[in-house]
C-alpha cells in the first residue's frame, strides 16, 4: 500500500445541510467525549461536503468538536442572516439570498490562516469546479500528485464547498476558479471517499474499510399530489438544489451499503411531519430549529454510541499518514 497502515482504514463522511449541520456537530461532539481526544485520530480519512465540509476542516485542525458545535449554536445567524436590503428585494430573483461576508468572518475566527497543507489529518472536501463545470477535491498532499491543494487556505476551501446556489454566491479563488457547493456533485462523501483509499491511497483488497457516515436530518424533496408538474425558474427555485442534495444521499447509502455492507454505519434521522417545519430551509436559524437539531443530534449519537459496529470505530487509531508536499511533508518526491 501506498502508506504503512494500521490493519484497518476508517473514513468519517460527513454531508451538507446548511444550519442542519448542526445536527451532525452535536452527535461529533458527543463522539468525541466518548473518544477522549481530538475524533480526527481515528480515522486515516475525513470527507465533507459543505456544512460537513466546514466540519471536516475544523476536525482535521484538531479544533475541538464542542467548538464546532458552538459555532453553529452562537454564529449561526451571522452566518446566514448576512441580508442587506439589496439581499431582500432581489435575493430571490438576482442575488443569492446571503452575502459570504458572514461565513467568512465565522471562518477567518475558527480556522485562522492555516492551510490544507498545515493539516495533519487527511482530508477530502467536494466543490463544483464553475470555471471547467466539473468536480473538483480539495485534498491533503497525501499523494504526489496533489501538490497545489497544500497552499490553498482553509477559509477559501470552506467558502468554496459551502457555497449553495441561491444561498450563497459562487465562491472565486484567483488564479484557480469559480466554485459552487459541493453538494451538486456529491453531498453525501463516503462513496468519494471509498474510491480515495482504493485508487490514490492503494488500500489493497486484503485491508477492511470502514466508512461512518454522519447525515443532517436531509428533508427528502418531494412534491404535494396537487404541485403544477410544468415548472419554471420561478416555481423550482431553491428546490432544485435541495431535490439533487436529496436524492444523491439515497443513492450513495444505497451503493455503499452494497460495497461495504456491515462496516459501513450510517447515522441520519427523519425529522417527523412537525419537526420539519422547524428545519425545512438549509438556512433557517431559529430556536425552534436549534432545539430540533441538538435533541435529535444528541439521541442518534446516544444510539451510535451503542451501535455494535462503533467500539470498532472508537478503538481505531489512525496511522501517521505520509505527505508529500507542504509543512507536514514527510516524504521524498522524485524530481524533474
Known sequence: M???????????ALSGGGYRGLYTATILRA????????????????????AGGLLA???????????LEAMFVRQGKMIFGSRSLLRRVFG???LAKHSPDGLRTVLSERLGNRTIGDLQHRILIPTVNYSTGKGQFFKTPHASAFEGDARRTLVDVGLATA????????????????FADGGLVGNSPGLF??????????????????????????????????SALDRGVARWGAKVFDLVISAQEGAVDYMLQQALGTNYLRVDDQATPDQSRDISSLDVVSKGATTVLRERGAQAARRMLGDPRYPLFKSHTAATPKFYHGPRKNVEVATC
Not at 2 to 12: G, S
Not at 31 to 50: M, N, V, W, Y
Not at 202 to 219: Q, Y
Open 163 to 178: 457555497a449553495a446556489p441561491t444561498y450563497f454566491p459562487l465562491h472565486r479563488i484567483d488564479g484557480h476558479g469559480t
Open 193 to 226: 471517499g471509498l474510491h480515495e483509499a482504493r485508487h490514490f491511497l492503494g488500500v489493497d483488497n486484503k485491508t477492511t474499510i470502514r466508512v461512518l457516515a454522519i447525515g443532517t436530518m436531509t428533508v427528502g424533496a418531494t412534491m404535494r399530489g396537487s
Open 57 to 67: 476542516l475544523g476536525l482535521a485542525a484538531e479544533i475541538p468538536a464542542a467548538d
Open 2 to 12: 501506498d502508506d504503512q497502515l494500521a490493519p484497518d482504514f476508517h473514513i468519517l
Open 31 to 50: 463522539l468525541e467525549q466518548s473518544c477522549g481526544r481530538p475524533l480526527a485520530k481515528h480515522f486515516d480519512l475525513i470527507c465533507g461536503t459543505s
Open 92 to 94: 430571490k430573483w438576482w
